[in-house]
């Protein structure tokens, strides 16, 4: 097995010193892997995010147990900057990119940790390979293109610096399926060819379920659940709550969800 490159453990987050928004969660990243983190709104996705990359800071939020090391150094509660120089790069939930600079502009702003000049035009070319639709759009304002091609640019633009560790807030909200299905073929892409490790936070189970080689459940800020592809596709509260393949493939509203939580909060 690869080696461990990030491990969370027992992580509580609280904010403003008083909405305590993730507690006790564990979880862990190999190199090289794409790790799922599924849950409804809510559950604590970004909040986990955020904390990995400082930027829990921002919202007054503090780190107030347990530890998150990467690469066997504590990184908790450290600033935004010094996490970034380390190698962990997050692509946020929202204002993923600048609206009024181009394509071209955005991906020239220099992202920490950066990468020597040639190696830095090399990874540029290699990234537009993999996003051919970017080149064509190359002058084209930011704020001017489609939601698919914002998540193209916002992963491209994280991409092109020294990057070991890419955590991305929910991809795929209000896309298409075709167009989710083509992101997710590049993040494994991504994993495949320059060997980045993912942490890939999702609503939507079967989007992570496809990509993740490992996912963790989320609900109310704890981890309810968590394994590979194959335990977690055919675990059956993910097949009837999250995939929807109970009540005739229908799937199931989020009031259904949450009253499920409720039930289970207070007699399960
Ligand atoms: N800026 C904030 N201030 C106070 N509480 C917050 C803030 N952001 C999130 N929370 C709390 O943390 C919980 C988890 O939110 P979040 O991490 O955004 O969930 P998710 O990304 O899974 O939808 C929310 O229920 C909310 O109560
Ligand atoms: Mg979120």
Known sequence: MSTLLLCVDKLEVVYQRAITAVQGITLSAREGQIVGVLGTNGAGKSTLLRAISGFHGIDDARVTEGSIVFKGRRIENSEPHAIAQTGIVLVPERDK?????????????P?????????????????????PKLGALRNRTAGLLSGGERQMLAIATALVCRVELLLVDELSLGLAPVVVDDLMARLMQIKRELGITIVLVEQSAAVALAVADYSYVLENGRIVLDGDKARLASHADIQEFYLGNANGGQRRSYRDVKQYRRSRRWYG
């Open 111 to 131: 992202v920490a940790p950066k990468l020597a000049g040639s190696e830095r035009r090399r990874r540029e070319t290699q990234v537009m390979q993999f996003f």
């Open 97 to 109: 990119v600048f609206p009024n600079l181009t394509v071209a502009e955005n991906l020239a702003v």
